[in-house]
């Protein structure tokens, strides 16, 4: 049995991880243990932090389970908590209450139940009205009883502030109710929220003014607090990640919004919230693309099918959205004894465009370039800066892109390849700097890359400079789907950096890791690039690849990368229904990200691993690997 002290240390361990499957298993074994072994006063700290893990994680109907565990604790032994915890409970009596509304299994009888009992609770420990006539009307209103809602509602604003009560949720969800109701001026004049911030605001009434501000045909205000709020988010709940799909879709931004599902989007295109997350999110994605479907039905989305359902374009996927939202909308209307949802969502594909959003560039966020957009720009600076720019051309970020191209006929007509060359690619980094790209534009870059390629490989160029290309130009090739177009450039570089590699004689500096010369680094690099579109156009030899190059980083501390490629490398394999060698990979991800401190990175290895194990069938695995872990 672990003593008192161990177990504090033991939950405090998991609460560093982040939300999602590893900490939610964790916490699940800590409890399991505890609830089997003791001590039994840590019940209350290990029944609290599931259910966060839950809320927050991994939505499940389990978290009513735990919290009912958690309620007659509290009754038959309170000594077991103390302030902190027994006001712990009361606030997550809240999250229980409101996620009733997610799960359309929970009937209206099981519902009245659960809210006379949190009143009647929160009137013995004299906790006020405030919290249960909340949860009255955000219940109400969800069902559709709209006059107890706004009973309800006069009656929670009536209250006041309130310890019971989060300020910023309070001033977020007046705002939404504006919007919700049309009532957009009225949101502008409210604002977002200052003050008493929490881990859902302001993020959330940003996303609800970028919406009101394209109602009032305000783009550049939109874009402005579309960007604050990505400035404020760690990570997306398929709600906050489907506001920001209908709001840049809406807002005529259809590359950005299909940009955004690509980046953050896989586990709302997985389904993997509660009923209700489920629901919201394809609502917003029908309502972001129904205005789109006869002039851009045909646009590519760069998305991965459904199982057999195709998502390719804008039309399949709409399509797709709509499909496997009507069945929720139904079981939520025979909650609610109306058709309220389903109501919604037929409203949802009757919306048209909303003002042309204009998204901020040259900054983190929403309307940023990518992160390779932003280095490839960097590098084309860099290599300037080195006497290898075009002589005469003004700053990079303030030329458009026809000069360089007068440049490259200039070079050309007088034999200069490598000038040439280093035109064409410092004008891809120019489209790619300017913020999210359309699909022509993508192709118009990776038309400049292919014609870069041979006259700076062919004219002398550094490997660290073609490195670079390839790495910026990779993304890109991957986007328009001529991934194939990487292979003579990847082997010309991968011989190029051999060649270069100088005999060992000490550390040249600059960027490498502590310990690697700059010129192995390169190699490693152009090995790494064969690895990955290896792994990316389904080459046999890609792992056996990974396998050598894995060992090669880890003679040289180069675990990041080791651990980097590693992950790339379990995705292709579970991909290709290579469970344990994907499982295998993930572990060995996560134990290189561990010394290095990476909390996230490792969190999302492990993350993948328990879900691959759980998968397969492998739970008492799970277990195994918890039990290291702990």
């Not at 499909?323 to 939520?332: D, G, K, V, W």
Request: negative net charge.
């Amino acid at each position: 049995m672990w003593s008192t002290h161990e177990a504090a240390q033991k939950i405090a361990a998991t609460r560093d991880l982040p939300y999602g499957s590893a900490r939610t298993a964790a916490m699940e074994y800590i409890t399991r243990t505890l609830e089997r072994e003791g001590p039994e006063s840590m019940l209350p700290e290990a029944y609290l932090n599931l259910v966060e893990a839950y809320v927050f994680g991994q939505p499940t109907p389990a978290s009513f389970a735990v919290f009912s565990k958690l309620l007659r604790l509290y009754d038959a032994h309170p000594e077991h908590f103390d302030e902190f915890t027994a006001r712990t409970l009361f606030w997550q009596f809240k999250w229980i209450i409101g996620d009733m509304t997610a799960y359309p299994q929970i009937s209206k009888e099981q519902a009245r139940e659960l809210l006379d009992e949190m009143r009647r609770r929160y009137r013995l420990a004299g906790m006020g009205e405030m919290a249960p006539d909340r949860a009255e009307y955000m219940w109400a209103a969800h069902i559709g009883e709209d006059e107890a809602a706004e009973t309800w509602r006069a009656r929670w604003l009536a209250h006041g502030e309130d310890e019971m009560d989060c300020g910023s949720c309070r001033h977020g969800g007046i705002l939404r109710d504006h919007v919700t109701d049309g009532e957009f001026e009225a949101a502008v004049r409210l604002g977002a929220p200052t003050e008493d911030l929490c881990n859902r605001e302001p993020a959330a009434s940003h996303r609800q003014l970028a919406l009101a501000y394209l109602h009032l045909e305000d783009g550049e205000a939109a874009g402005r607090h579309l960007l604050r709020a990505a400035a404020h988010r760690d990570q997306y709940d398929p709600d906050d990640l489907g506001v920001e799909f209908e709001v840049l879709a809406r807002g005529q931004n259809l590359q950005a919004a299909f940009d955004l599902l690509a980046d953050h989007g896989k586990r709302a295109l997985d389904l993997a919230g509660d009923p209700g997350d489920n629901r919201n999110f394809l609502r917003y994605i029908v309502a972001g693309l129904a205005w789109a479907l006869e002039d851009h039905g045909d646009m590519p989305t760069g998305l991965r099918p459904a199982g057999q359902v195709e998502r390719s374009t804008l039309k399949e996927l709409y399509d797709w959205a709509l499909a496997e939202s009507r069945p929720l909308a139904q079981a939520f209307d025979r909650r609610a004894g109306n058709t309220r949802f389903s109501e919604s969502l037929e409203a949802a594909t009757e919306l048209d465009a909303l003002a042309p959003i204009v998204l901020p560039t040259g900054a983190d966020g929403a309307g940023s370039a990518s992160s390779a957009s932003s280095a490839g720009a960097d590098a084309a600076a860099g290599a300037q800066t080195q006497g290898e720019g075009v002589e005469g051309a003004t700053p990079l970020s303030f030329t458009p892109v026809e000069s360089y191209l007068a440049v490259v006929r200039e070079h050309e007509a007088a034999g200069a390849s490598l000038e040439a060359g280093l035109a064409y690619a410092e004008a891809a980094f120019l489209v790619l700097a300017g913020g999210p790209v359309t699909g022509a534009q993508a192709l118009e870059v990776h038309g400049f890359f292919e014609k870069a390629w041979p006259l700076l490989a062919d004219s002398g160029a550094t490997p660290a400079l073609l490195a670079e290309v390839v790495r910026v130009w990779a993304p890109v090739a991957e986007r328009v789907n001529e991934l194939e177009a990487l292979r003579t450039p990847v082997g010309e570089l991968q011989e190029l950096a051999q060649q270069a590699l100088a005999p060992a004689h000490g550390d040249q500096g600059g960027d490498a890791a502590p310990g690697v010369r700059p010129d192995l680094l390169t190699v490693m690099q152009a090995q790494d690039f064969v690895a990955r579109l290896s792994l990316a156009t389904g080459d046999s030899a890609g792992q056996q690849l990974v396998d050598e190059l894995v060992e090669i980083y880890r003679e040289n501390e180069c675990l990041e990368r080791a651990a980097r490629l590693l992950v790339v490398a379990a995705e292709a394999a579970a991909a290709a229904g290579l469970s344990e060698l994907a499982i295998g990979r993930y572990e060995l991800a996560a134990e290189f990200f561990e010394p290095l401190r990476l909390k996230k990175s490792r969190a999302a290895a492990l993350d993948a691993c328990i879900e691959l194990l759980r998968a397969t069938g492998q739970e008492h695995r799970v277990e195994a690997l918890l039990a290291e872990l702990m």
